[in-house]
């Protein structure tokens, strides 16, 4: 039986995933890269043409087969054929709920399926280096990698308030996810000036913290978190203020401690976000940084001994790229040494220092 990694959506995110899949191909147990793209269109030609002539397999549906080769590409297989021949099947499109009730849920050939941060109540959510314990072999087919800013908050109640035995220190949290208005890759959803959003959860504020609450109930865990949400006229990398409110006096040094402690946490001086998204752009894989967060210390303070507060940036989508990768090793081959050894090879994305 070969080990098929199959890509469902050529955009932001599935665009780096087909091409990190081919690359390490060899390194992470894979056979072989397919992918399906909906629409033949001219202006991703070139985009197509690349990742095929890396290894990737194309894949569209039957009725739009003769459109995708006359403009030049070769099809190599039908929608239906490849998802039933995927070891994992990586959805990454708006779509992936509908996906789920319509087509896979109907497939007994993959072992996994993966959807991505929109697609709420899909199945378990996941982030590397947060919830990793929860995934159970045989149960968990149907996997959602959180959104980036989930990544982001996740990663710092973790890293911030886990003590162990003792339980997480927190009494309570609040963001304000600054956010991007598109991403670079993006034509539409530019905004002229800041917007700010409204509080439409009555107990989370925004879906950001209720994702953030939703991870970690996976973990037996009911937090006590509040988001709200602007988007600023900016295409560069989403920011988060952040307060917390711990059960116990800390400290600066015990913060940044902890922070340095976790090799999924990068620090930084810069204050600017595209001076971190410009690193991101000379040493990232495909521009990104796979860091889950990027802590900028000088904003960082203690106040009163229990609230820590500070601003940080989410490296684009680079943290759900990373758990997207690690949740399809897990699910070729459940062996948490075996996904760590698997993941080697895009481990200096990793950022400690930016
Ligand atoms: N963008 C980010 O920074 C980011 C970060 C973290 C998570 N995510 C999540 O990743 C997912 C995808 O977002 P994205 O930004 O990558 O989207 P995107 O750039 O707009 O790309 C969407 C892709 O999905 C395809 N598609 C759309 N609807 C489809 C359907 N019904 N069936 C098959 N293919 C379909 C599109 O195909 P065609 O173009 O061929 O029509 C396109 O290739 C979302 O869940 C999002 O929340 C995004």
Redesign the pocket.
């Known amino acids: 039986m070969k080990t098929i990694v199959h890509v469902?959506?050529?955009?932001?995110?599935?665009e780096p995933l087909i091409g990190l899949f081919t690359d390490f191909r060899d390194r992470m147990g894979i056979d072989e890269v397919t992918f399906?793209?909906?629409?033949a269109?001219k202006s991703?030609f070139a985009k197509l043409e690349h990742l095929m002539a890396r290894g990737a397999k194309l894949a569209a549906d039957q009725s739009v087969r003769g459109d995708f080769e006359a403009l030049g590409h070769t099809v190599s297989l039908e929608t239906q054929e490849a998802l039933e021949r995927a070891t994992v099947v990586i959805d990454?499109?708006?779509?992936?709920n509908?996906?789920k009730a319509e087509i896979y849920s109907k497939l007994s050939g993959p072992r996994g399926f993966l959807?991505?941060?929109?697609?709420f109540g899909f199945g378990k959510p996941y982030a590397r280096g947060v919830n990793d314990e929860v995934l159970v072999e045989g149960e968990d087919r149907f996997l959602q990698v959180v959104?980036?800013n989930t990544h982001n908050i996740t990663t710092l109640v973790k890293t911030l308030c886990d003590d162990g035995d003792k339980g997480y220190c927190l009494d309570n949290a609040a963001f304000v996810c600054m956010r991007r208005a598109n991403?670079i890759?993006?034509e539409g959803g530019f905004i002229p000036a800041p917007q700010v959003g409204t509080h439409g959860d009555p107990e989370f504020g925004t879906h950001h913290a209720r994702d953030a609450h939703s991870l970690f109930s996976t973990m037996d865990l009911d937090l006590d978190l509040f988001s709200s949400a602007v988007k600023l006229n900016t295409q560069y990398m989403h920011s988060i203020w952040f307060k917390f409110r711990l059960d116990r006096d800390t400290t600066l040094e015990e913060v940044i401690e902890r922070l340095r402690d976790n090799h999924r946490v990068a620090l930084t001086d810069k204050r600017q976000a595209n001076l971190i998204f410009s690193f991101g752009r000379d040493h990232g894989y495909y521009g990104r940084i796979l860091s889950q967060t990027v802590v900028v210390t000088p904003t960082l303070l203690v106040r009163r001994k229990r609230e820590i507060v500070g601003f940080c940036f989410t490296p684009?989508?680079g943290n759900?790229l990373l758990s997207s990768v690690a949740a399809a090793l897990w699910q070729i081959d459940p062996d948490p040494g075996s996904v760590q050894h698997r993941l080697d090879p895009i481990r200096r994305w990793l950022y400690r220092e930016i």
């Open positions: 469902v959506g050529t955009g932001t995110i599935g399906h793209k909906r629409t269109l991703d990454c499109t708006p779509a992936g509908a996906n959807a991505q941060g929109s697609e959104s980036c991403d890759t993006q684009q989508d759900s």
